[in-house]
């Protein structure tokens, strides 16, 4: 047209609004499924590496043998690993009845060799070797497991008493050794007689407590007190193993105990047994 202006106007062209098809994929969970079998087979097997070798170092202690430089720091890192692992719930019930138990077997039949005097000589041997060199280096090992009912130490000493003192039959021995009697005997019966279970006195507990009245003169025994709800009060059993029979009964606040010490505190008395 003339004396006028031609406008052009440009469409542009846009994309299809559609949505694209989905693509039909495999399932995520399934295409993860050999991921997540290797990975937790590498999880089993790294938790199995770590565990043997935890008990490889456990039953060389009970030998006689010690940990390897630096073996410690890897022994709690296995025990780390393994806390946090499926296994990590049954650790400490793997410890007592299965590497405690098969430890303290070589020591009972160590102490069975011998009869006599010379198995109460030979028990005080062993119990010296095991209360300071075992004892500290599986509460070593084990020390990344914290919070459980009773430690590992505790664990190790109740074993000792049931596995080892209490099949020995030291209380047909103890009559003829009296006058040379091992001090640390005497101090293993009361650092055993120190630890208690989370449910009161055990058979166990009440035959040791049969054997320390042979060697411990006058004998403050103890026994759960029926008329107390809570388990923490005890009754005391004051008894003399010469001459006339005496006993004395009073009531108790708990007891107070160290290594080689025990000491009970009654209203307006002391009593107190030390090695």
Request: with cysteine; hydrophobic share 40%; glycine share 8%.
């Amino acid at each position: 047209m003339s004396g006028g202006s031609i406008f052009t106007i440009h469409f542009i062209k846009m994309g299809s609004f559609r949505r694209p098809r989905p693509r039909f994929m495999s399932s995520p969970v399934l295409s993860d499924l050999p991921r997540f079998h290797a990975a937790r087979q590498a999880m089993q097997l790294s938790s199995n590496s770590a565990w043997n070798s935890v008990q490889k170092a456990v039953i060389n202690v009970f030998k006689g043998g010690g940990l390897q430089n630096n073996e410690l720091y890897s022994l709690n890192e296995s025990i780390r690993r393994l806390l946090k692992s499926e296994l990590g719930s049954f650790i400490t019930d793997y410890f007592k009845n299965q590497l405690l138990a098969k430890g303290l077997l070589f020591i009972e039949e160590k102490v069975k060799l011998c009869e006599g005097e010379n198995r109460v000589g030979i028990l005080s041997e062993t119990w010296e070797h095991f209360f300071t060199e075992i004892l500290p280096t599986l509460q070593a090992i084990f020390y990344p497991v914290q919070g459980q009912e009773l430690s590992i130490r505790q664990i190790a000493l109740l074993g000792f008493r049931d596995l080892v003192l209490l099949k020995v039959n030291l209380e047909e021995i103890l009559p003829l050794v009296q006058k040379k009697l091992p001090s640390s005997v005497v101090q293993m019966l009361l650092v055993l007689q120190g630890v208690h279970e989370p449910t009161g006195p055990s058979a166990g507990y009440l035959q040791l407590e049969e054997l320390i009245k042979q060697v411990v003169s006058p004998y403050l025994g103890t026994y759960s007190d029926p008329s107390c709800s809570s388990g923490n009060h005890l009754r005391g059993k004051l008894t003399y193993n010469h001459g006339q029979f005496t006993s004395l009964r009073k009531a108790v606040f708990p007891i107070s105990h160290t290594d080689g010490f025990i000491e009970l505190q009654a209203p307006g008395a002391n009593a107190q047994l030390c090695c």
